[in-house]
């Protein structure tokens, strides 16, 4: 597995701290972006938090999931969480070790109470001396939170500096790029009332490897089944939720996103309701099984325009907590479905987040090398292997192709209803549940390329035949 190291420098460690003024959490910053470029330790916000408690148990939580694997567990992996501050609330992203759980805290306007909400993206600092200290917070303990230090701190800070080094494996920039993409297909399946969710959690497996299953919405609760039937959402190792046991008695409501029933295992989100605040787990098909490899952004990033509508649209993006899509292709002067394209290619930059909850997506920037996810990524470099090297041969009207690989072909064909199929054997195990083949990602470069021949001997025609009136 590919991989670099990634190092976080901190001017101190983060922590809860004593005063005359009550409890303070602060939490220490690296390097970042912000609307004036870099910082070396950005400040976002200073305030107090609305509810303590629950928001101290939900940032354990986010840490639970940074620092787990729930596959092969006796691997060990933490990667400090992120936080983006989008001017109306503050988002704590962590990833697990193994791919397989992305976990999210919202914490909304309400949540909040201070100065205003700054604007970007950095690391945050958590250590296990404050997640001993968070668990000690209490209901009607007063907690100010910084994020980032202030200007005064900053210049006169002189001791030395806390800095990690971690290895920064590329499938999980790549699982970062792949969960927008998947959540954005995810609709509201079932919402449960506080006494009904914290039942249903509390009944689900804590250890070892339960697969994947299915429940379906009954009256206020969910009742599990043995299959996808209609209504039914798929809850892929169940034993992966136990850092929503962190939250539970805070718990207001639970709501579940997923797509619609399939006979296969699928992606689905779990999303705790705080006060103040959301707190979401998506959960990858199995255990087994992290989103990186998914290939969700593998069509998207396949067109030929992708890389140019991308930097015309981040130009425009300035940390919103909503992107409004048909807004933006207003803008650009590009139809939405470009847009959707652009905003998938500026995920794999980690760029671009999806909130289920408000059904948006969302801007930040993760403080990691931009491009990486995509470069890194086997079947789209494998597929342009294919078309430089001309492996590719389009037959009866582009219908099918013929894609040469050694001395073996492989046939890719496309129905009427635009549902491709190949004769590879990634095609016969997967049935597109993970995303095109390499085989079929090559056609379809051949084909835009082709289409752009066509639309430019077309328009040079009609341009002459002007020209001749």
Known sequence: MTQSAHAYAYLRPSAVLDGAGGRRLDLATS???????????PRFFAGFLADPAPAAAALLAVADVAAARYYQPQLRASLDPVVTANGDRLRFESFSGCCGVYARLDVLRAGLDGDEIGHGTTNVDVNNPLREALTRIGPSDPLHLAVGPDALEVSTFDG??????????????RGFAETQVIASGFDLRAELPAAEAVRFLRSLPRGGRAGASWVVPAGRTLRPTTRPVPGAVCLPGPERLVALQRVLRHALALRVYGPAASSAPAASAWEVVLPGMRLTLTLSPDASRGFSGEGGVLGALAKDTVEQDAELVAVLLAWEPRIEIAELAEQCGIGVDRVRAALTRLGTAGQIGYDTAEAAYFHRRLPYEAG?????????RAARALVEAGAVRLEDGGATAVVTVDDH???????????????????????????????????AMVRQDEKNVHGTIGQSEKNGQGARA
Not at 31 to 41: F, R
Not at 372 to 380: F, G, I, K, Q, V
């Open 409 to 443: 072909i492989q046939r890719v064909r496309t129905g009427a209803d635009g549902r491709v199929g190949c004769t590879c054997l990634w095609w016969a195990k997967y049935r597109g549940g993970r995303g095109p083949c390499k085989h079929a990602l090559a056609v």
């Open 160 to 173: 030395p500096l806390v800095e990690k080094k971690v290895p920064l494996p590329e499938r999980w920039l």
């Open 31 to 41: 390097g970042g972006a912000t609307p004036l470029g870099a910082a070396a330790n």
């Open 372 to 380: 990486r996810a995509e470069a890194a990524n086997p079947r789209l």
